[in-house]
């Protein structure tokens, strides 16, 4: 017997562009962001972000005024680069205001390469002020500040999505929530809260020729837009597929009541017979008891190939295998479970298995 499922609502094409698209645009927003005029808490808030990071980088302790937890995913982007929306998230009683700086500093931990010989020496035997400035600031794969005004706590928890774009390689990982000064600050206010985080990130190479999958997603929320969504919203929520947008979950608990959403994206797949690919998608779940596991239930098989996808799919053209189902819960006794997604390359003769635990609950 087979789990009943339904595929999910939306198609390759659309998530070409509106998700890699986005990623590729992320520099060319970062330094519009650069641009604006800050004011002078702003300016004090950047200062102050840039030499607390700078200042634990050196070895000192950092702020931990209040815990930081950091989800991510990974997903191909455009130019060699990988696709990682930063989800941080802290308790709602942490800060003092629903306003607040949210630094992101992004470090590779490959070793450095050699110093740059000094430029020459400016008439007058000066170097002008601002090439000083310039060659003594570092510069790191990623690095942004922004002001968020925090949307209403969900569980008590705030939640931040922050996307960066970077190549693969190894990095560590710096992300700084802190209160925002206020422009007319009182003379009572409380001393501004802050936390910093650092988690080291490997980052996988989706550009080898190979046959690889995304992070896979699992989500019980999921909402149909109207309309594609702008930057600014894609920024925010970067989950995107189509016009459908989910929010993954964290820790993957879900209750019975649920419909459990799978989501994730085949990449490097070979062509069959008219350039289409050939894959079938197997979905096996397995339960788990203590340190045993027995075969639990599967989902009848996903294909995609030329009778399944859009006669406009083009993988030249960056259009991408979305792989997905939709699955309600209530049969499943409560308990923990491993899923196993089997991706079959017919075409390629190539075979890519991933993992993922998932709890359900009353």
Do not use: C
């Not at 191909?76 to 308790?91: G, I, S």
């Not at 925090?150 to 990982?173: F, M, N, T, W």
């Not at 083009?314 to 491993?338: C, K, M, N, T, W």
């Amino acid at each position: 017997m087979h789990i009943r499922a339904r595929v999910l609502g939306f198609t390759s094409v659309l998530l070409a562009v509106l998700l890699v698209a986005f990623a590729s645009e992320s520099a060319a927003q970062q330094q519009q962001q650069k641009e604006v005029k800050l004011d002078k808490a702003q300016q004090q808030d950047v200062q102050t972000a840039v030499k607390i990071v700078d200042d634990v980088m050196a070895g000192q302790s950092g702020p931990s005024d209040f815990p930081l937890t950091l989800h991510y995913t990974f997903q191909k982007a455009r130019d060699k680069r990988t696709f990682t929306p930063l989800t941080v998230n802290f308790p709602q009683a942490s800060v003092n205001s629903p306003s607040v700086v949210l630094y992101v500093r992004v470090v590779s931990r490959a070793p450095a390469a050699a110093a740059a010989p000094a430029a020459p020496a400016a008439e007058g035997g000066k170097r002008d002020e601002q090439e000083q400035k310039k060659a003594a600031r570092a510069e790191y794969p990623f690095e942004d500040i922004q002001f968020v005004d925090l949307k209403p706590p969900e569980g008590g928890q705030y939640r931040v999505i922050r996307p960066i774009s970077v190549a693969a390689g190894d990095y560590d990982v710096f992300v700084l929530v802190r209160d925002r000064t206020p422009k007319d600050k009182p003379k009572n206010a409380p001393l501004p809260k802050a936390s910093l985080l650092k988690q080291a990130l490997t980052v996988p190479d989706y550009w080898a020729d190979e046959l690889m999958i995304s992070s896979i997603i699992l989500s019980s929320k999921a909402e149909q837009l109207t309309a594609p969504p702008t930057e600014a919203e894609m920024s925010a929520n970067p989950y995107v597929f189509g016009l459908t947008r989910v929010t993954p979950s964290v820790e993957n608990r879900f209750s019975k009541k649920d419909e459990l959403s799978i989501i994730f994206l085949v990449y490097n797949s070979a062509a069959a017979s008219g350039g289409k690919p050939d894959v079938k998608v197997e979905y096996n779940f397995h339960q788990k008891t203590g340190d045993q596991e027995k075969f639990f239930n599967r989902t009848e098989p996903q294909v995609f190939n030329a009778g399944t996808l859009p006669k406009e799919f083009d993988a030249a053209a960056g259009h991408q295998l979305v792989g997905g189902l939709s699955i309600p819960l209530a049969s499943f006794p409560e308990g923990d479970y491993r899923l196993e997604i089997k991706v079959i390359d017919v075409a390629g003769n190539k075979t890519k298995v991933e993992n993922v635990n998932l709890t359900i609950q009353p």
